[in-house]
């Protein structure tokens, strides 16, 4: 079977809108101290905002299954991340906390239930079922490369003018223009969709009514929900990251100016080289993502209970942060990859959209309750050895229910004669 060129030219155009779409919503990453004291918000609004956008983002996201296949990515892409930097724009005038509460919820909309669901489905029609580790593990890597440009800018920004309110404005308002300028680009350069208005009788019906049919045949398909509790597994597992980094710090003893540099690996460079690395492996060694995200659970199955029986109070600080580095390698290599199965289980391309929101609804979940769980143990335990032992136990208790999903959805893929074992 003769592979499908990829249009690379039109995947970096996705990728440039994806590293600048979530960058407003995620001010606080690098302007969390100047939003309290230019901004006047205090951690508690900060919170609240960021819960709005949370129930935004899961409630609008069952309207996404609907939306995603009835409009063009034409006109969805381009209109959201316009909108978004027109919210940032707002942002940048210091509105009341009220007023932070609707942008912020207006950032979920236009960037989690309109965005990402279209995006996901833009990049999974790129390719063929042989392409989609590669096209999902470098959209993962571009988005870092993006995303660091940005963000560097934007704190630059902010430093050149004083570091004060004036360059929080400024640097707001650049994350705006640049994501306005990335909905512009795409606007102009992606293609339109044939939206198949011909049922399976072959009777011609209006573009609504082909949008629900969708929706309902997604629904009823299994293989669609094994994806999504596959993705739930991982992402269960890659929320416990975080906890490495206090673990270290109270465990290990990690100097303060240690903790910054950690942070940038753990979160870009993993990201950077994870991405492309399990792409790879799961097109052309694995020639199955699915297949590659069983073997990459087994693999943190068993590095994790090293990891809890190491006797980290006597291990070096260097030895740790290495140890915790190469774990978090391996997550990042299938937090590229989660989404490509949605190809190998051969779900009808005019789907895509319903079938990438019913994963983002279920497989983003965890955030709901997986950060808040691990901080509650980790402080139950006054953060000893004990409660991170217990955190990294659910990672694998959640690795080992992903080895189970994904050996059920290699099943499901065989006996659809997709792959032979």
């Not at 217990?390 to 189970?404: D, E, N, R």
């Amino acid at each position: 079977m003769q592979t499908k060129p990829i249009r690379w030219f039109t995947f970096i155009i996705l990728v440039i809108g994806g590293g600048t779409v979530f960058k407003l919503s995620s001010l606080k990453d690098a302007f969390y101290v100047p939003m309290q004291d230019f901004m006047g918000l205090s951690n508690t609004q900060i919170g609240l905002a960021l819960s709005v956008y949370g129930i935004v983002q899961t409630v609008g996201n069952f309207a996404s299954i609907y939306i995603a296949d009835r409009f063009s990515k034409k006109i969805l892409i381009p209109f959201s991340l316009v909108c978004v930097g027109l919210v940032g724009i707002y942002i940048s005038t210091f509105p009341s906390f009220y007023g932070i509460l609707i942008a912020w919820g207006l950032l979920a909309l236009f960037g989690e239930v309109i965005y990402w669901p279209v995006l996901l489905k833009a990049i999974r029609l790129l390719g063929d079922s042989t392409q989609q580790g590669r096209l999902f593990g470098f959209l993962e890597a571009g988005r870092g490369v993006v995303d660091t440009i940005v963000a560097s800018s934007a704190l630059g920004i902010f430093l050149l003018l004083g570091s004060g309110a004036g360059g929080l404005k400024a640097a707001i308002l650049f994350y705006s223009i640049c994501v306005i300028i990335a909905g512009v680009l795409a606007y102009l350069l992606l293609d339109d969709d044939k939206i198949n208005t011909t049922d399976e009788q072959g009777n011609e019906i209006s573009k609504n009514k082909a949008a629900w049919n969708g929706v309902i045949k997604a629904i009823k398909t299994p293989e669609i929900w094994v994806v999504s509790l596959t993705i739930f597994t991982i992402y269960s597992i890659y929320c416990g990251l975080t906890s490495f980094i206090p673990f270290l710090k109270d465990i290990y003893g990690m100097p303060v100016a240690l903790v910054g540099a950690y942070g940038i690996i753990n979160q870009y460079t993993l990201k950077l080289v994870g991405g492309p690395i399990g792409g790879y492996l799961a097109d052309k060694k694995f020639h199955s993502s699915a297949r590659y995200l069983r073997f990459a659970l087994i693999l943190a199955v068993l590095a994790i209970l090293i990891f809890i029986l190491m006797p980290h109070e006597k291990l070096n600080i260097y030895f740790g942060m290495c140890l915790t580095l190469g774990f978090g390698a391996i997550v990042f290599t299938m937090r590229a990859t989660f989404f490509a199965p949605v190809d190998e289980i051969k779900i009808p391309r005019e789907i895509s959209g319903a079938a990438m929101s019913i994963a983002c609804i279920f497989g983003y979940s965890p955030q709901l309750f997986c950060f808040a769980l691990y901080g509650f143990i980790i402080d139950h335990f006054d953060k000893s050895l004990l409660g991170y032992r217990i955190v990294f136990g659910l990672m694998g208790f959640f690795a080992i229910c992903g080895v189970v999903v994904t050996t059920i959805l290699l099943k499901m893929i065989v006996k659809k004669k997709i792959i032979k074992d």
